[in-house]
C-alpha cells in the first residue's frame, strides 16, 4: 500500500512537468506558409528572400514564376504579420502589407512591378 501510495504522489508531480515539457516542444515548433509578394527580377528574388529572414526565419525561397515566396519559421519567435511587414518594408507588396511609396520609390528601375507607376 505504502509503494502504491509513493507511486501516485510521484506521477502528481511528475505530470506537471511533463505537460510544460510538452508546451515548450510544441511551442518551439516550425511552421511552413506561402504567400504573394510582388517581384520581377533575380535582384527582387535575392532582396525578398534576404529581407524575409528576420529573427526567428529558418528559410525563405521565392519563386519568381508564380510570385511565391515559401517561409519556415518558428512560430514563437516570429509572427506570419511580422514577415509580411518585413518584405513591405523592403519595397515588395505582399497579399497582406502594401509597400509605402517611399519604399518603393527605393528600388531600383528593373524591380518597378506596380501599374501605372514611375518610378523616379
Known amino acids: ?3 502504491i501510495i509513493q507511486i501516485l504522489l510521484l506521477g502528481a508531480f511528475m505530470l506537471p512537468a511533463i505537460s510544460e515539457a510538452q508546451a515548450q516542444k510544441k511551442a518551439k515548433e516550425t ?5 504573394q509578394v510582388s517581384g520581377v527580377c533575380g535582384m ?3 532582396r525578398i528572400e534576404n529581407g524575409a529572414l528576420i529573427k526567428g526565419v529558418k528559410q525563405a ?12 519559421y518558428r512560430s514563437d519567435k516570429v509572427t506570419e ?3 509580411h511587414q518585413a518584405i513591405a518594408d523592403i519595397g515588395h507588396d505582399t497579399d497582406k502589407v502594401k509597400a509605402t511609396e517611399e519604399a518603393y520609390g527605393k528600388l531600383p528601375n528593373c524591380c518597378a512591378y506596380r501599374d501605372g507607376v514611375e518610378k523616379h
Open 1 to 3: 500500500m505504502k509503494n
Open 31 to 35: 511552421r511552413t506558409i506561402e504567400f
Open 44 to 46: 527582387c528574388k535575392v
Open 61 to 72: 525561397e521565392y519563386d519568381r514564376d508564380k510570385s511565391q515566396l515559401k517561409v519556415i
Open 81 to 83: 504579420d511580422a514577415i
